[in-house]
């Protein structure tokens, strides 16, 4: 099993940045793609980027591409989410989540494992 926590989440005012950081621990982290999914109050959680297992891949969803950047350190079982430009649409819990395919997926049912999330607050 694969024990996902994240971190860095916090209050920022819109054009803000923060960078969200996720910590796997408990099998071998390379044997996984890495997502990141949001859920704002009261929506469905949404896909917002993956990472292949190589890191060699990756895939923005419209609404973040451009803004936010995912990166993995395979050397420190991490991966992270540098968002710039912050906007208050933004605003939701983000949750780091781990898949066996090799390029991860857009679907939330393709992950296998995932964090308890971390709060993003962006005012106007």
């Known amino acids: 099993q694969l024990q996902l926590n994240e971190s860095g989440g916090g209050l920022v005012q819109a054009g803000g940045s923060l960078k969200l950081s996720c910590a796997a621990s408990?099998?071998?982290?390379?044997?996984?793609?890495m997502g990141w999914f949001r859920q704002a109050p009261g929506k469905e959680r949404e896909f917002v980027v993956v990472?292949?297992?190589?890191?060699?891949?990756?895939y923005y969803s419209d609404s973040v591409e451009g803004r936010f950047t995912i990166s993995r350190d395979n050397a420190r079982n991490m991966v992270y989410l540098q968002m710039n430009n912050l906007k208050p649409e933004d605003t939701a819990v983000y949750y780091c989540?781990?898949?066996?395919?090799?390029?991860?997926?857009?679907?939330?049912?393709?992950?296998?494992?995932w964090g308890q999330g971390t709060q993003v607050t962006v005012s106007s």
């Open positions: 989540a781990a898949s066996a395919y090799y390029r991860g997926s857009i679907s939330s049912g393709d992950y296998h494992y």
């Open positions: 408990g099998d071998t982290f390379t044997n996984y793609a």
């Open positions: 990472i292949s297992w190589s890191g060699d891949y990756t």
